[in-house]
């Protein structure tokens, strides 16, 4: 099993940045792919940014050149760091692992809340 915490979410002007953090606990050994999505109402999760094998990033078009996904291995922690935010990035984020214990899980933290005034 794997639990994730999110924290770092809240209310920012547009324009503005903010650091989202998702700390992952449990068989974290056995993750091979950690991200952030986000919902927002009426619209399906998307991906916002992922990291796979501890290397390779992906992100959504919405948000390349405003985002940046990195990991702390000591800490277990993943961050989302985005800039330039727009009231379109309002959404609920929620952190993703993918992990191969012995069946491949999807894990889901509960979400924090982001919201971007215009």
């Known amino acids: 099993q794997v639990q994730l915490v999110e924290s770092g979410g809240g209310l920012v002007q547009a324009g503005g940045s903010l650091r989202l953090s998702c700390v992952a606990s449990?068989?974290?050994?056995?993750?091979?792919?950690i991200g952030w999505y986000r919902q927002a109402p009426g619209n399906q999760r998307e991906a916002v940014a992922v990291?796979?094998?501890?290397?390779?990033?992906t992100y959504a078009d919405s948000v390349k050149g405003r985002a940046t996904i990195s990991r702390d291995n000591a800490k277990n922690t993943v961050y989302l760091q985005m800039n330039s935010l727009k009231p379109e990035d309002t959404a609920v984020y929620y952190c993703?692992?993918?992990?191969?214990?012995?069946?491949?899980?999807?894990?889901w933290g509960q979400g924090t809340q982001v919201t971007v005034s215009s």
């Open positions: 990291i796979y094998n501890g290397r390779t990033t």
């Open positions: 993703n692992a993918k992990a191969i214990i012995s069946t491949m899980t999807n894990y």
């Open positions: 449990g068989s974290t050994d056995s993750i091979f792919a």
